[in-house]
């Protein structure tokens, strides 16, 4: 099974920055198959990103995602104070997919 | 606009099977795509249990495959999820999703809202 670590654990930034959310793998991601998720308190999660950099449907052009291999970002250029949330990454290159444990990103 | 609603018990004792229905609209789920549970602790990440096609196919998590059983039914446009012999770690908000697979495993673009099973006596 591939573990997906992400860091930091929380990030605290104020309206305006830049976000850089990090996954990494305990190992190659096949095929860049990873993908980011948002999730607000009390709702489901929201895919951002799949295929390590395209967004999906209707997600704002300020989320990028890049990386491959084992090591994957999740990039907000600027944060909207909607965008205040817990963050996942997962990948779906092996025949279980897994997420990460998640990254806070909280206002400063 | 495709929506998904989960509904089941809300509590759940332990040893007995935890039993959750994904309703689909706006999407004929015989129309392709597997469709999958994912589940979440309180305050813990996500873990993907297991998904399913309209024929039938499935494919599961293995740490989970021996208690899970995920079923459709297309004339109603739902599929179920079935948990035999709960325990306490079974406490957790359950999700379904659409589940876009790949060549291996998939991801999920469309999500329920989510129900809580408590597994308690």
Redesign the interface.
Known sequence: EIVLTQSPGTLSLSPGERATLSCRASQSV??S?L?W?QQKPG?????LI?GASSR??GIPDRFSGSGSGTDFTLTISRLEPEDFAVY?C?Q???????????TKVEIK | QVQLQESGPGLVKPSETLSLTCAVSGYSISSGYYWGWIRQPPGKGLEWIGSIYHSGSTYYNPSLKSRVTISVDTSKNQFSLKLSSVTAADTAVYYCARDLITDSSGYYDYWGQGTLVTVSS
């Not at chain 1, 709702?43 to 895919?47: F, H, V």
Request: glycine share 16%.
């Open positions: 096949s095929s198959y993908a998720y709702q489901a999660p929201r895919l799949y999906a449907t996942y997962q779906y290159g092996s025949s279980t997919g897994t997420f990460g444990q998640g």
